[in-house]
Structure formats: structure tokens, C-alpha cells
T-cell receptor, first 112, second 114 residues
Framework: GEDVEQSLFLSVREGDSSVINCTYT??????LYWYKQEPGAGLQLLTY?????DMKQDQRLTVLLNKKDKHLSLRIADTQTGDSAIYFC????????????FGTGTRLQVTL | SAVISQKPSRDICQRGTSLTIQCQVD?????MFWYRQQPGQSLTLIAT?????????ESGFVIDKFPISRPNLTFSTLTVSNMSPEDSSIYLC???????????FGPGTRLLVL
């Protein structure tokens, strides 16, 4: 079955790097996503990675995928207070009409 | 990225009543999705709505409770019927966009049932 897990909470100081981790169980995942949800807002697509890639970088964001261990991470460089939010990883699977399975979400708190 | 809007943005409803949530996408899309996010929880897919066919519901969700319409390629509605306090959640719609068919979400409708 599909199960996506994340740690619940992460606190970092402004200017440091944040690393948010995600583990999944479905090895047939095609795409893996990171979404950001700010308080009172909807979900913002941050970035995504295709399952045949190991790494993707987009400005301050770096996504690493270890398919062998079914581990996905999101690194945010130079974390800012505006990065405080809940971060969800999600996986999509072939043959399921693009259904996404979401992780439990990691609340990132950025302190001064 | 897609521009997706939802109405209402929030509502407070009495138990036993129904609320219809509207989702509008700025361009034609084949598939639209409805998710529920219960307080402090992750997102759970309610159903997939394709234009011209019945919505496909996920396990635990039924059409009588969550009827969905998809009258055209840019619009969908979700009705939460005979509401109870357990239906208090954020309801989000989404659609696929781009060659990679990534999912973009609307801002959500925050529902509180008293």
C-alpha cells in the first residue's frame, strides 16, 4: 500500500539551511512533489522530481531522491522567516489517474 | 501555473444543512480533483471529476454525501450534504497542468460546522 511519512516539526534559525525529509513505500511512484502551505492558505507547488532523477535544484531549493531507500528530501538554503509553513511531500503513481498521496506534513518554524 | 479560484473562501454552517463549493480554473482541463484536509491533518482525496462522466470517489467517500458536478472543462462544484461537525475541514480543488501533469491547487474553502 501507499504510505508517506514525514517528521512533524522542524525549527531552524534564519539564514541556516533547512532539510525536510520524507519516506514513501510505493516503489512505482512516478513523480514526487513538495508543496508548501502557509497559515490560512491553500497548497503551493514548490517543486517536483521525476522518479528517474536523483537531484533537482531550483534557486534556494534542492530536492534529493534516494529511490533505493525510498527517501525524498527538500533542502532550503538561507532559510527566511517567510519560509515558515507546513511542507507536504506527495507521490503520484502510474495507473491511478494522477492521484496524489500526501505525507503527514512538516511544520517548519524559522526563528530569528 | 494554473489559476484556480474557489468560492466561498470560508463559511460557518449549521448541522444538517448543505454547502456547495465552487471551483473555477482559468483554462480548460480534463481532470479536476477534490480533497479534504481535516484540522491538523494531511490531504485526503475525495473524488476525481472528469467532464462528461460521473465522478470517481475514493474509499470512504460516497456520492450521496459529497455530490460533485462537472458541467464544463473549467468548472466543478462539490456539495457537502447534511453536514455534521465532523465535516469541519478545508476543502480544496485541484487540476492537472502542463506536460508533466503536475497538480495545482485552489486556495481552499474553510468550513466550520456548528
Amino acid at each position: 500500500g501507499e504510505d508517506v511519512e514525514q517528521s512533524l516539526f522542524l525549527s531552524v534559525r534564519e539564514g541556516d539551511s533547512s532539510v525536510i525529509n520524507c519516506t514513501y513505500t510505493d516503489s512505482s511512484s512516478t513523480y514526487l512533489y513538495w508543496y508548501k502551505q502557509e497559515p490560512g492558505a491553500g497548497l503551493q507547488l514548490l517543486t517536483y522530481i521525476f522518479s528517474n532523477m536523483d537531484m533537482k535544484q531550483d534557486q534556494r531549493l534542492t530536492v534529493l531522491l534516494n529511490k533505493k531507500d525510498k527517501h525524498l528530501s527538500l533542502r532550503i538554503a538561507d532559510t527566511q522567516t517567510g519560509d515558515s509553513a507546513i511542507y507536504f511531500c506527495a507521490e503520484s503513481n502510474p495507473g491511478t489517474a494522477s492521484k496524489l498521496t500526501f505525507g503527514t506534513g512538516t511544520r517548519l518554524q524559522v526563528t530569528l | 501555473s494554473a489559476v484556480i479560484s474557489q468560492k466561498p473562501s470560508r463559511d460557518i454552517c449549521q448541522r444538517g444543512t448543505s454547502l456547495t463549493i465552487q471551483c473555477q480554473v482559468d483554462s480548460q482541463v480534463t481532470m479536476m480533483f477534490w480533497y479534504r484536509q481535516q484540522p491538523g491533518q494531511s490531504l485526503t482525496l475525495i473524488a476525481t471529476a472528469n467532464q462528461g462522466s460521473e465522478a470517481t470517489y475514493e474509499s470512504g467517500f460516497v456520492i450521496d454525501k459529497f455530490p460533485i458536478s462537472r458541467p464544463n472543462l473549467t468548472f466543478s462544484t462539490l456539495t457537502v450534504s447534511n453536514m455534521s461537525p465532523e465535516d469541519s475541514s478545508i476543502y480544496l480543488c485541484s487540476s492537472l497542468r502542463g506536460a508533466d501533469e503536475t497538480q495545482y491547487f485552489g486556495p481552499g474553502t474553510r468550513l466550520l460546522v456548528l
